[in-house]
């Protein structure tokens, strides 16, 4: 007996969306027609990020090259075959509207495919929106009670748990007050405690990663990796890259409702950077939400004393532009966008880059001495790399901020953003017999070097825009 | 915090499948008998918020039949004088009303059901039945509350109730379903055409008319009778005076057959329509 606990073959969702050409030509019937569509129902839906929204012919390009039949239709998801074993971790990629929601609707049960087939084995959790059942009047013992029937728990699976999911809430003192009175971040608590205790042998997590605040994050994180410890199956829709590449193992990368890519986790994300990365040199401008370079959904974790929160990093090239995808040689500007409720006065920075083999350069206030004098409202702290001397590889961004003490974290040494070098090293003067099988396992940093051999003669190698090699 | 062990191999009765829904089908029971205790949370739900933040809570189950009994009494007997027999006008027009008050916040119930959890129906799954199903259930409750008034304004006009009185389980049942049963094409309905939220007021005040609430049968002319009967709460409401009061109503007869087959009719083709519909609630609530 496989243990395959998720399947789907050849899965495919249409949407209809309304045509307004065609209903102006028409008459009355069409107009009438039309109401029919959920493009036409869908977005007075309040506020839920539904793949629809973004499927409007119009919206960031993604309706343009997506498969579609006819104007009024829609292919959310195509032709999805993948199988998933027990105890497996996968991350599911793709740009907004990619189809990555509708998939997870799908193995949830609360849509249907249009074509395709497929089978969810064993209770299915899903986190897809974390306390989307309370009700409002209600106190939030009988919220809980309520959730957790909703999502599948029976009455006396929520009497044995109740004390456990109000004390990992932190809401015991108004446990019996109505839930309208709650803050957000107790709301927020209190769905995902009931979420967090279903217990079920496969857990779907849609963006659950980007509510709340920076604590509740680093809690729903750390469950989801619990979860996964013990042996059930967790599928991860996630923009954050650093998380996914965290927690999965395998990644399923969906771009335009088809599988581009399912493999081991970290080469689907560096094709995935290399494919936003390319796409980004096509367009000028772009939503935030379709930035690049914001890993949205990324969680800095800084210590709440402080009150600090670092709301956006963003990598930027030599021309300034935003990106995850350097040449050799390129300048890169880390930008740390950060909102101090509470001056800060004279903290150290710290920023690694970490290649495969580990740490291979950094910049760091305590070594250096230049120190901001103080941080306080939101502003942007800048770090230029003027030269990346680095080989085409993949890299992690880490930093960490401290106190004036130079003890006390701010901000504890965390991964805040992937990028990618890139580029081939022929346009540089490389030329040897080993550099295409090499150049990607290698020490990644090269620093300018010259080989003088014995007859005298001398070669400079050096990973500089080949320009600046020639007027050298 | 607690664990749970992996499972070594899942049975396979764990597994549930999905591919595209088919057109006409019953929905299966197995699920909606499993979800029963949420059944039981979501009637619960109901009750408890239905009166909150109001300042005469449950006692408003009772307060408007008492006042629709007034004004219809002022209007159709004091002003239109009614021909209702023997029995007072009251005392008739309330052995009506109870039923259908309950008939109409049923059927509100179960027809909007689906489009206020329409949050709940984009995110989570279990089987969709039970939005409706809770509805028409929480409105029982409202009835069985109400029934006092009925003992009271039975007393106060010497009505000895008559021994038909066993027979009110049955009227109001065929009530539920006639609820039900309709509730479900509107509710599935609705979730397209949120035309039917505008729609259902007129409809209710038309049903009413057609009636025998506010009049006694009798003065339906003969020959509309047959077409007359297709309302199921037409045999219901006059089962139900008959039951109560013995000299009132009329007793069960074939018109009541005739109305459950109609009952039946609207709820089989009801299930099915709303199995049909339910595919697509998620993506077009």
């Known amino acids: ?472 | 915090m607690q664990t749970l062990k992996p499972p070594a191999s899942l049975p396979d009765t764990q597994i549930r499948h999905f591919q595209p829904g088919s057109r006409l089908e019953m929905p299966s029971l197995k699920p909606l008998w499993e979800s029963r205790e949420l059944l039981y949370f979501f009637v619960l739900r109901e009750l408890k918020v239905r009166y909150k933040q109001t300042i005469f809570g449950w006692s408003w189950a009772i307060l408007q039949p008492l006042f629709t009994m007034i004004v219809f009494t002022l209007v159709f007997s004091i002003i239109a004088r009614v021909p209702t027999g023997e029995i007072p006008y009251p005392v008739f027009m309330l052995t009506g009303l109870l039923l259908w008050q309950f008939f109409t916040a049923a059927f509100r119930r179960c027809s909007g059901s689906l489009v206020e959890n329409g949050h709940l129906i984009r995110k989570v799954y279990f089987p969709r039945l039970v939005f409706p199903i809770s509805g028409n259930i929480s409105c029982l409750v409202d009835f069985i509350i109400s029934l006092p008034l009925l003992v009271v304004v039975l007393a106060f006009y010497r009505v000895m109730p008559s021994p038909n009185l066993v027979w009110v389980p049955v009227f109001v049942l065929i009530t539920m379903l006639t609820a039900f049963g309709f509730g479900l094409w509107l509710s599935a309905l609705h979730v397209r055409f949120r035309d039917v939220g505008f729609m259902l007021p007129f409809l209710l005040q038309i049903w009413m008319y057609a009636t025998p609430v506010a009049y006694p049968y009798e003065l339906v002319p003969e020959w509309i009778r047959p077409l007359y009967n297709l309302n199921p709460m037409v045999g219901v409401i006059d089962g139900m005076r008959w039951a109560l009061l013995g000299n009132s109503g009329r007793p069960p007869d074939v018109w009541l057959l005739y109305s459950s087959l109609v009952v039946i009719v609207a709820l089989t083709g009801g299930l099915i329509f709303f199995r049909r519909m339910e595919n697509e609630f998620a993506d077009v609530v």
């Not at chain 1, 395709?116 to 986190?127: C, D, E, I, N, T």
């Not at chain 1, 059930?232 to 829709?237: K, Y």
């Not at chain 1, 040689?329 to 880059?353: C, K």
Request: proline share 4%; hydrophobic share 40%.
């Open chain 1, 1 to 472: 007996m496989s243990n395959v606990v998720i399947q789907a073959q050849g899965l495919g969702k249409r949407y209809r969306i309304g045509a307004n050409e065609a209903d102006r030509a028409s008459g009355a019937k069409s107009r009438f027609m039309r109401w029919k569509g959920p493009g036409h129902a869908a977005p007075a839906s309040n506020g839920h990020k539904l793949d629809l929204h973004a499927l409007t012919p119009n919206s960031n390009g993604r309706g343009q090259s997506a498969p579609q039949d006819s104007a009024r239709e829609l292919w959310a998801l195509r032709d999805v075959s993948f199988e998933i074993e027990q105890s497996q971790v996968a991350g599911i990629i793709g740009r907004n509207g990619s189809g990555k929601s509708t998939l997870l609707k799908i193995l949830s049960q609360i849509t249907k495919p249009t074509e395709g087939k497929g089978f969810v084995k064993g209770r299915v959790g899903s986190l897809l929106e974390v306390g989307s059942g309370f009700h409002q009047e209600l106190t939030g013992r009988e919220n809980v009670y309520m959730n957790g029937a909703i999502l599948g728990m029976s009455r006396r699976e929520i009497d044995r748990k109740f004390e456990e999911i109000v004390e990992f809430a932190e809401v015991a003192k108004f446990i019996d007050t109505p839930v309208k009175h709650y803050s957000s971040g107790m709301h927020v608590r209190l769905g995902f405690a009931v979420a967090a205790h279903i217990e079920p042998e496969i857990l779907l997590v849609d963006e659950v990663l980007s509510v709340g605040d920076a604590a509740f994050q680093k809690k729903c994180q750390k469950k989801i990796r619990q979860i996964s410890q013990d042996g059930r199956t967790v599928l991860v829709v996630s923009h954050n890259l650093v998380t996914i590449n965290r927690l999965a193992s395998r990644a399923l990368w969906l771009h335009h409702g088809q599988l581009r890519r399912d493999g081991v986790c970290e080469d689907v994300v560096q094709d995935y950077l290399d494919a936003i990365g390319s796409e980004t040199m096509n367009a000028a401008s772009r939503s935030s939400e379709h930035n690049p370079s914001n890993i949205d959904g990324l969680v800095i974790d800084a210590h709440p004393d402080f009150g600090l929160n670092i709301n956006q990093i963003v990598l930027k090239d030599g021309s300034g532009r935003e990106t995850l995808q350097f040449a050799p040689g390129d300048s890169m500007t880390v930008e740390i966008h950060y909102d101090a409720q509470i001056r800060i006065e004279r903290p150290y920075l710290w920023l690694s880059v970490d290649g495969k083999l580990g740490p291979t350069f950094g910049a760091n206030m305590l070594l250096d001495g230049h120190q901001p004098k103080s941080m306080y409202g939101t502003g942007v702290l800048k770090c230029t790399f003027l030269s990346l001397p680095l080989l085409p590889q993949s890299f992690t961004l880490r930093m960490a901020l401290r106190a004036n003490d130079m003890k006390t974290g701010i901000v504890n040494p965390q991964e805040i953003a992937l990028f990618r070098v890139r580029g081939d090293m022929r346009d540089y003067g490389f030329s040897g017999a080993g550099l295409q099988d090499r150049v990607g396992n290698s020490v990644p940093v090269m620093l300018p070097y010259v080989w003088t051999m014995p007859d005298g003669t001398e070669h400079a190698v050096s990973i500089q825009p080949r320009s600046e090699i020639e007027s050298m």
